[in-house]
T-cell receptor
Framework: DTAVSQTPKYLVTQMGNDKSIKCEQNLGHDTMYWYKQDSKKFLKIMFSYNNKELIINETVPNRFSPKSPDKAHLNLHINSLELGDSAVYFC????????????????FGPGTRLLVL | AQSVTQLDSQVPVFEEAPVELRCNYS??????LFWYVQYPNQGLQLLLKYLSGSTLVESINGFEAEFNKSQTSFHLRKPSVHISDTAEYFC???????????FGTGTRLLVSP
């Protein structure tokens, strides 16, 4: 019954490796997001996809490449991992559209804790 | 651009005491306001939100927040806290019609017996 799920939950890897994090939502939402939470708990949006189309791309290194195969999935691939990439990555989803019936609410996944050694 | 300031990084309080977590925002356009809660090693959960209408919004577990446009604030309050309220609380803002959430730096609420 998990609304927004992420895999893996923990990821420990070496500098220079390439890794992927997967996200799936079963809420029927049309918009998905990736957020990064650093060691000081600061949360910042990285990307947003609406109906598989990229709509928000903050100033994120191009080593980070999101991919949305369909509305229910948004994966994050990271090339050449660096120490500074260590963080918790959260996926979220929401339903957009006119009127407050869509409630403007983003639902978050449990997070993926990435540690780069 | 929007920004959020949470002045208190940590708020210690005794169980059953009242608490207020402060949030101020900056925006030149109309916004939606949110409070999210993060329990240890978990994701974020929406606590409450202001979209329009009544400026006082409430959550199901006793928290409330009041949107004050003149003071650009959205402070979170609870009249009597429980140990289980210990968590990190994030205030967030989004520009109306846009889906990008801008978060504050969070306030850690520590409830002790």
């Amino acid at each position: 019954d998990t609304a927004v799920s992420q895999t893996p939950k923990y990821l420990v890897t070496q500098m220079g490796n390439d890794k992927s994090i997967k996200c799936e939502q079963n809420l029927g939402h049309d918009t998905m997001y990736w957020y990064k939470q650093d060691s000081k708990k600061f949360l910042k949006i990285m990307f947003s996809y609406n109906n598989k189309e990229l709509i928000i791309n903050e100033t994120v290194p191009n080593r980070f490449s999101p991919k949305s195969p369909d509305k229910a999935h948004l994966n994050l691939h990271i090339n050449s991992l660096e120490l500074g990439d260590s963080a918790v990555y959260f996926c979220a989803s929401s339903q957009t559209g006119p009127g407050t019936e869509y409630q403007e609410t983003q639902y978050f996944g449990p997070g993926t804790r990435l540690l780069v050694l | 651009a929007q920004s959020v300031t949470q002045l208190d990084s940590q708020v210690p309080v005794f169980e059953e005491a009242p608490v207020e977590l402060r949030c101020n925002y900056s925006s030149s356009v109309s916004v939606y306001l949110f409070w999210y809660v993060q329990y240890p090693n978990q994701g974020l959960q929406l606590l409450l939100k202001y979209l329009s209408g009544s400026t006082l919004v409430e959550s199901i577990n006793g928290f409330e927040a009041e949107f004050n446009k003149s003071q650009t604030s959205f402070h979170l309050r609870k009249p009597s806290v429980h140990i289980s309220d210990t968590a990190e609380y994030f205030c967030a803002v989004s520009r109306t019609g846009f889906q990008k959430l801008v978060f504050g730096t969070g306030t850690r609420l520590l409830v002790s017996p």
